[in-house]
């Protein structure tokens, strides 16, 4: 059974950087589209970014409020998703995690129900 872990969650003040970890266990990660979804207290889960199958050219996707200011990445060799944020928001705040999804990344990438395997999530907390 594949699994995730995220990891690097922590409190900074707003303009600081955080750069989460997404550990895969039980498949290689870089045969699937791998994502960070985050979810905001009272609201529903939302796409970060995406990274997509090494075949694709692990060709990344991001969501407008990010772009520019996030970063994915992968490890091949340690099996890990990063998610390097800089420029931190409040609005930054709230519960992320790493997804994986069936196959490859879709058009559009960013919905919930194409991804079958859910971490915990890490928490993150920007203050202004």
């Known amino acids: 059974q594949p699994q995730l872990a995220e990891s690097g969650g922590d409190s900074v003040q707003a303009g600081g950087s955080l750069r989460l970890s997404c550990l895969a266990s039980g498949y290689p990660a870089q045969r699937y589209c791998m994502a960070w979804f985050y979810q905001a207290p009272g609201k529903e889960r939302e796409a970060v970014a995406a990274i997509d199958r090494d075949d694709r050219d692990a060709a990344t996707y991001y969501s407008d409020s990010v772009k520019g200011r996030f970063t994915i990445s992968r490890d091949d060799v340690l099996n890990t998703v990063y998610l390097q944020m800089d420029d931190l928001k409040s609005e930054d705040t709230g519960l992320y995690f790493c997804?994986?999804?069936?196959?490859?990344?879709?058009?559009?990438?960013?919905?919930?129900?194409?991804?079958?395997?859910w971490g915990q999530g890490t928490q993150v907390t920007v203050s202004s």
């Open positions: 997804a994986r999804a069936g196959y490859r990344c879709r058009s559009p990438w960013g919905t919930t129900g194409d991804y079958n395997f």
